[in-house]
């Protein structure tokens, strides 16, 4: 083997050594991201559908009104109802705070018997200005409950009829869009908030300076940052994705290897633009800007933490460009959709372009001290 990939090995075994005796290191590499996948996991992992925060003031005695509270109470999913709100102005004062979608009122008079023989009644929907969407959602769920109730008092007729068929194609969950822009979030801890925090304390302590005493040169050093950086991503990203299988039913269609070399690419071009910073810098009043100015619009516009097609289309259209866009994409086509590499070489291909600008980048920019 030449003795400059020897070199290369010797610097990427001693980095990844300095990793796993770095306990502040390790935190922000697998516990910090893992602190976020149990919050977004907690309120996504196990949301298969739509559901309606309500409370339910029954003010009928009927049989009738019985019947269509315990229906409703039976529909878990669909339905969260609030059991601890039994009047109308605390009910009024939960959703005026957000926390309930509706209120649904039973009058005092629905399930009585009317004057040809069977129970009647109207339900009453109240909701917020700002919610009026999941509202009209709401009352037709509830229509759909009232016609089934209906049913067991009056034999109806219905000539006209919906037929439901399921395809084969299996809709991303708002917690695979989740998971995968959380991804997105630990690759940037390892490829950018690593090198900004460790290069300016290396060259305080003179380290760099001694280093560029000896033969080692810019591409044999940043190579050995490649490998370790690589092999510490693997590491902690496996650890969530075990997580995320184990305690919320996150399913990996794709090809495991495949995901791997992919997630070792975008490893790879985020750290370019850690060494491009933390190369540049001189010491952390200098890294610490710099490094959130180009953080910050890559975790809100590259799909990070919602779905890029809830913004503008001209936001939408920039986006696409940035570094962070095609890995976070390409992520997600292979570990949820099951897209082989051959699928995204749209992905690959501009990951690839941002690799090569990044590292001219940091290449010129990089300083010993």
Same mark, same amino acid.
């Given at each position: 083997?030449?003795k400059?990939?020897?070199?290369?090995l /010797?610097?990427?075994k001693?980095?990844t050594r300095? #990793?796993?005796?770095?306990?502040?290191?390790?935190?922000f590499?697998?516990? %910090?991201?893992l602190i976020?996948l149990?919050i977004?996991?907690?309120? %996504?992992?196990?949301n298969n $559908?739509i559901?309606?925060?309500? /409370?339910?003031?029954?003010?009928?005695?009927?049989?009738?009104?019985?019947?269509?509270?315990?229906g409703?109470?039976?529909?878990?999913?669909?339905?969260?109802i609030?059991s601890?709100i *039994?009047? #109308?102005?605390?009910?009024?004062?939960?959703?005026?705070?957000?926390?309930l979608?509706?209120? !649904?009122?039973?009058p005092?008079? %629905?399930?009585?018997l009317?004057?040809?023989g069977?129970?009647?009644?109207?339900?009453? !929907?109240?909701?917020?200005?700002?919610?009026t969407?999941?509202?009209?959602?709401?009352?037709?769920?509830?229509?759909?409950n009232?016609?089934?109730?209906g049913?067991? #008092?009056?034999?109806?007729?219905?000539?006209?009829v919906?037929?439901?068929e399921?395809?084969?194609?299996?809709?991303l *969950?708002?917690f695979? #869009?989740t998971?995968?822009?959380?991804?997105g979030?630990?690759?940037?801890?390892l490829? +950018?908030f690593?090198?900004?925090?460790? &290069?300016?304390?290396?060259k305080?302590q003179?380290?760099?300076? =001694?280093?560029?005493?000896?033969?080692?040169r !810019?591409?044999?050093?940043?190579?050995?940052?490649?490998f370790?950086?690589?092999?510490i991503?693997?590491?902690?990203i496996?650890?969530? &994705?075990?997580v995320?299988? *184990?305690?919320f039913?996150?399913? /990996?269609? $794709?090809n495991v290897?495949?995901?791997?070399?992919?997630?070792?690419?975008g490893?790879v071009?985020?750290?370019?633009?850690?060494?491009?910073?933390?190369?540049w810098?001189?010491?952390? =009043?200098?890294?610490a800007p710099?490094?959130?100015?180009?953080? %910050?619009?890559?975790?809100?516009?590259?799909?990070? &933490?919602?779905?890029?097609?809830?913004?503008?289309?001209?936001?939408?259209d920039?986006?696409?460009f940035?570094?962070l866009?095609p890995?976070?994409? $390409? +992520?997600?086509l292979i570990?949820?959709?099951?897209?082989?590499?051959?699928?995204?070489?749209?992905?690959?291909?501009?990951?690839?372009?941002?690799a090569?600008?990044?590292?001219?980048?940091?290449?010129?920019?990089? =300083?010993?001290?």
């Amino acid at each position: 083997m030449p003795k400059s990939l020897r070199t290369v090995l /010797v610097l990427t075994k001693l980095n990844t050594r300095r #990793y796993f005796r770095d306990r502040l290191a390790i935190f922000f590499t697998v516990a %910090f991201p893992l602190i976020f996948l149990f919050i977004f996991g907690g309120i %996504f992992g196990n949301n298969n $559908g739509i559901s309606f925060n309500i /409370v339910i003031i029954n003010q009928s005695n009927s049989l009738a009104a019985s019947q269509f509270v315990d229906g409703l109470k039976k529909q878990k999913d669909l339905f969260k109802i609030n059991s601890e709100i *039994s009047n #109308y102005p605390d009910a009024r004062e939960k959703m005026s705070r957000g926390e309930l979608d509706a209120i !649904v009122i039973l009058p005092q008079q %629905f399930g009585q018997l009317s004057e040809k023989g069977y129970p009647e009644g109207e339900v009453s !929907v109240q909701y917020s200005q700002n919610n009026t969407q999941a509202a009209q959602t709401l009352a037709n769920v509830l229509e759909t409950n009232l016609q089934t109730l209906g049913a067991k #008092y009056v034999a109806s007729i219905t000539p006209f009829v919906v037929k439901t068929e399921q395809t084969n194609d299996n809709a991303l *969950s708002q917690f695979d #869009y989740t998971f995968t822009g959380l991804l997105g979030f630990a690759i940037i801890g390892l490829g +950018i908030f690593g090198p900004i925090q460790v &290069f300016p304390e290396l060259k305080k302590q003179g380290i760099l300076r =001694r280093l560029h005493t000896t033969p080692l040169r !810019v591409w044999q050093y940043f190579l050995s940052q490649m490998f370790s950086q690589a092999i510490i991503g693997i590491f902690s990203i496996s650890i969530l &994705f075990g997580v995320a299988i *184990s305690l919320f039913n996150l399913e /990996v269609t $794709g090809n495991v290897i495949e995901l791997g070399l992919f997630i070792i690419l975008g490893i790879v071009t985020i750290l370019g633009i850690g060494l491009a910073v933390g190369g540049w810098a001189k010491n952390e =009043r200098q890294a610490a800007p710099l490094g959130n100015m180009i953080v %910050f619009p890559l975790l809100f516009l590259s799909g990070t &933490f919602f779905p890029r097609f809830l913004m503008p289309q001209w936001l939408q259209d920039f986006s696409n460009f940035l570094p962070l866009t095609p890995i976070i994409d $390409g +992520i997600r086509l292979i570990a949820t959709e099951g897209k082989h590499l051959i699928d995204i070489i749209p992905q690959i291909g501009l990951t690839a372009l941002w690799a090569v600008i990044i590292y001219i980048i940091a290449f010129r920019v990089f =300083r010993w001290e």
